[in-house]
DNA sequence: AAGTGGTCTAGACCACTAC
DNA sequence: TAGTGGTCTAGACCACTTA
């Protein structure tokens, strides 16, 4: 019975909320990792010293939130990003008829840089902390389509190089997850019309200036800190954006 | 114990599945309508023969899908669509700075028409079924910047006229609701760059051909059922378009 | 066969609302 | 005070996975 997390009847609430926020924090310092196993609903049910019933509703909202993913026989797991799971829960432009694809991702540039006033408001951190700032290209059936500049503040992703960038073999999120124990859980995204710049409508291979849809997305962890400030741009001549739920079959 | 809705133990997999498809069906033949109060959880467990923890998991999910609200102390309610409660789930378009505010509505045409071979595929009815075609203004702060363009079925709106559409009091979710029984429980939604038509730009007081924001959304009803097919444009200038989860306080 | 999550039960007690 | 939904329990039994 470990001291460490037993804990007060009386604080927080609900005691299935105080165990999904025990179980978050574990999760925050990385003692389950993405794609591992986490203990039977028996053993946590003792640990956290409630009923399989309650442990079962902490993780019910978990697995809701897609933090979690319950394999019956198997075992309750972290959830990973991986191109072949969940990618097209945060990728979401799709060709006109509806056809999915898996983006080719070519990284076009890498800076060191430090934030600025509005950046910093956006990532909750300093005006003038430290940040990476890249941006990829990404080719949907052999044309590019979407171009990405994505901003991480080096204070949550130290000792991040252009080189680990280029030689990821899984999705960007996967890579947060593995190299720095970084689980996106959420995203917010906004979208509007903008006029493509000189190297974006070079990418394109569209007129400068011309109409494209842009999305500002702000990324979130566990813990619902921004840990990614991310602006997309997009052609949509031939594809677009979806917003709405997908089905099961979302992969 | 009503023979209508006591459930066979062996089909459709689970029992609380079986009292949820149970419950939708009764929504669908409105037995409880928009905003009413259904019986109580100790009833329903006896109605449908279940225990009532049971009978919470489907209630559960349900009110998961915003189909169904709970009240501590007060019971269960059939979700309704208002301009005061769940109005923003479905209205996505904001002002830059986050400012949200309700449309004014105009309503600019409406006409009885047939169905295209394109829209009726998208409506899931027979090419050349007869249609509703109307069109709204929606101004923000004073200012048009939505031009809604929505398509329903005459099959499913019978004697849908004019006068109707204007003389509404709620939001057009509400109005299905409450004149035609039809609970608008979900949307897909598609974005892309579009060009503004001339009563478009006319409306919009933009230029002709100028890009704007296109949204193509399907409604589903309760039976998952489409219900209405609607093109959205947005004049992303001064707003923008929210496509992410809104917090707790959506409205 | 053993271990996992999935479902279901039959209650107890608490918190909130209305009268 | 009575009735509602909200939480929690301690188990039983089922379905699935691995060995």
């Not at 005691?15 to 609903?41: H, N």
């Not at 060709?95 to 840089?113: C, H, I, M, Q, S």
């Not at 979130?220 to 991310?230: C, D, F, G, H, T």
């Amino acid at each position: 019975m470990s001291t460490v997390t037993v804990m007060p009847t009386s604080l927080g609430g609900t005691r299935y909320k105080e165990v999904k926020e025990a179980m978050l924090a574990a999760l925050t310092a990385q003692e389950w990792k993405g794609g591992e196993v986490i203990p039977s609903e028996k053993r946590l049910a003792e640990r956290f010293g409630v009923s399989i019933g309650t442990l079962r509703k902490a993780i019910d909202e978990l697995c809701a939130e897609k933090i979690l993913i319950r394999h019956q026989g198997l075992g309750t797991f972290v959830a990973q990003h991986r191109r072949d799971r969940h990618f097209f829960r945060f990728f979401r432009v799709v060709r006109r008829d509806g056809e999915r694809t898996y983006p080719a991702v070519t990284l076009v540039n890498f800076k060191k840089t430090k934030a600025s006033a509005l950046i910093a408001a956006k990532l909750g951190i300093e005006s003038g902390a430290r940040l990476f700032v890249f941006t990829n290209a990404l080719a949907l059936h052999g044309k590019v389509v979407v171009i990405d500049t994505v901003m991480l503040p080096e204070a949550t992703f130290p000792d991040l190089t252009e080189t680990m960038l280029r030689d990821r073999t899984d999705t960007l999120y996967n890579f947060y997850q593995d190299a720095f124990g970084i689980n996106v859980t959420g995203t917010d995204e906004r979208l509007r019309i903008a006029r493509a710049s000189e190297l974006e409508s070079e990418l394109l291979k569209i007129d400068v200036a011309s109409p494209v849809l842009e999305v500002e997305r702000i990324a979130y962890s566990l813990n619902q800190k921004p840990v990614e400030y991310r602006l997309t741009r997009i052609n949509t001549e031939e594809y677009e954006y979806i917003a709405s739920k997908m089905k099961d079959g979302e992969s």
